[in-house]
């Protein structure tokens, strides 16, 4: 009389193989499944701010601040304290634009979905840095303007550099604030040997209290949002 064969036991549906399973060892233990997604998170925003050399940016935006505040305590004319800070305002905002520029390319687009929230808050995070900054080393000094003339030159220099990010690439991201710089300084040297009319798109030759000044710079910093957001810097490489 042979034996009844018992059956083997076979793996519930959609299981792997036993030989392609993981070790026990190896396995993620279940307690760790609720941390996992916040442990990736704050993983990634580490990577993309070191990729984007973010902590260096945080280190020249504030050598540009202390090298305003001391150079206030220096004895200027009239036109060099209102030039003074237009270049440390274009200064700090070229340093944000220059963070656009990725050391992926083509690879970090197609695989990074979450990069256009990452752009957006990097952006958006260094130009309040950079406008606190500068505003906080002109506090109590004689700071031309005034704190409402850093903040629309800070967001609209940076506006332009990211807008030149985005066409140019991050690389060449400088050419945008400095070029509008010397297009600033102009303006205001001419107000300064004489009354001027100015386009409110020149906002560095308007007074701080300007709105159209103010919406000119702004409509200019929120293009530049939301291009870099949508497109982030251009590579010259990947095309």
């Not at 190896?26 to 998170?41: I, K, N, S």
């Not at 030039?83 to 944000?96: F, N, R, S, Y």
């Not at 390319?105 to 752009?119: H, K, M, S, Y």
């Not at 400088?174 to 386009?199: C, D, E, I, Q, R």
Request: glycine share 12%; hydrophobic share 50%.
């Amino acid at each position: 009389m042979t034996a009844a064969r018992t059956p083997k036991a076979r793996p519930a549906q959609g299981a792997p193989p036993a030989h392609l399973a993981p070790p026990a060892h190896l396995a993620p233990p279940a307690h760790a499944t609720p941390l996992a997604r916040p442990l990736a998170g704050l993983r990634l925003v580490r990577l993309h701010l070191a990729s984007r050399r973010i902590p260096v940016a945080l280190a020249t935006i504030a050598a540009c601040a202390v090298g305003l505040r001391v150079a206030l305590h220096w004895p200027w004319d009239t036109y060099g304290a209102l030039q003074l800070p237009l270049i440390i305002e274009a200064g700090a905002a070229t340093v944000i634009a220059i963070t656009t520029a990725s050391p992926f390319g083509e690879p970090e687009r197609a695989t990074g979905r979450w990069l256009p929230v990452l752009r957006l808050g990097t952006a958006l995070a260094l130009t309040a840095v950079a406008a606190g900054a500068l505003t906080g080393a002109g506090a109590g000094a004689d700071l031309a303007g005034g704190a409402l003339d850093v903040i629309r030159n800070v967001a609209g220099l940076t506006g332009i550099g990211l807008l030149c990010a985005a066409v140019l690439g991050g690389a060449l991201a400088w050419t945008g604030p400095m070029t509008y710089m010397v297009v600033g300084a102009y303006a205001l040297y001419s107000n300064w040997h004489g009354p001027a009319t100015t386009t409110p798109w020149i906002w560095p030759a308007r007074p701080p209290h300007d709105v159209g000044a103010a919406l000119c710079a702004g409509l200019v910093f929120a293009a530049g949002v939301v291009l870099i957001t949508v497109r982030g810097a251009r590579d010259p490489a990947g095309e």
